[in-house]
């Protein structure tokens, strides 16, 4: 059992370019979360997803986009990157995203914009 | 808006020195409170967790007591090892959604 895989697993971009972070678990879980890493701020939230079809925004979502179309993957997407969104990004899930329920987290992607 | 706050590091030990690295949070409902840890180059791994209060979680010697009347979930450890090295995340969830996270304490611990 893989778990949950990223791709990436480091980018660097040019600014104004597009770029998808892939995610994909194989636990079947219902909720996926995106957040990023940034040194002193510890990890927060892009966007979340409860079940396949739904998504929402969390703490940072400015420039992000993410979908659902499926149970197993979640891309993240920034349609023109710029140098603020250079971080490490973790993509988690859980099982049905209740406030006990323990999340796993990925390798992460570290990605660079100049 | 909920909130949690670590201890800054780094922390640095000798090893089988005794650890506490505090957490304190700011929550309007009841949240379960959560200490995960990242190690070198790795994702975020849960090392234990508390569902309401009075609840203790524990895990590979370390443990953490949730304590409402001080909003607090300190995590301790008797004897730190060289291994225990890492990145310790205190977190709360308090909604459906997802984890608030601290700012993270870097542990070292020297032979």
């Known amino acids: 059992i893989a778990g949950i895989t990223q791709a990436p697993t480091s980018q660097i971009l040019a600014a104004g370019r597009r770029m998808t972070l892939r995610c994909t678990q194989d636990m079947r879980h219902n909720a996926m979360y995106w957040y990023r890493q940034d040194l002193g701020l510890g990890l927060r939230l892009i966007h979340y997803?409860?079940?396949?079809?739904?998504?929402g925004k969390g703490e940072v979502p400015d420039g992000y986009s993410v979908s659902r179309a499926n149970t197993d993957d979640f891309p993240l997407t920034l349609a023109s990157a710029v140098p603020s969104q250079t971080s490490v990004y973790f993509c988690?899930?859980?099982?049905?995203?209740?406030?006990?329920?323990?999340?796993?987290f990925g390798p992460g992607t570290r990605l660079t914009v100049l | 808006g909920d909130s949690v706050t670590q201890m800054e590091g780094p922390v640095t030990l000798s090893e089988e020195a005794f650890l506490t690295i505090n957490c304190t949070y700011t929550a309007t409902g009841y949240p379960s409170l959560f200490w995960y840890v990242q190690y070198p180059g790795e994702g975020l791994q849960l090392l234990l967790k508390a569902t309401k209060a009075d609840d203790k979680g524990s895990n590979k010697g370390f443990e953490a007591t949730y304590r409402k009347e001080t909003t607090s979930f300190h995590l301790e450890k008797g004897s730190v090892q060289v291994s225990d090295s890492a990145v310790y995340f205190c977190a709360l969830s308090d909604s459906r959604r997802a984890l608030t996270f601290g700012s993270g304490t870097r542990l070292q611990v020297q032979p």
């Open positions: 988690a899930s859980s099982d049905d995203g209740g406030k006990a329920d323990t999340q796993y």
């Open positions: 997803s409860n079940t396949a079809g739904t998504t």
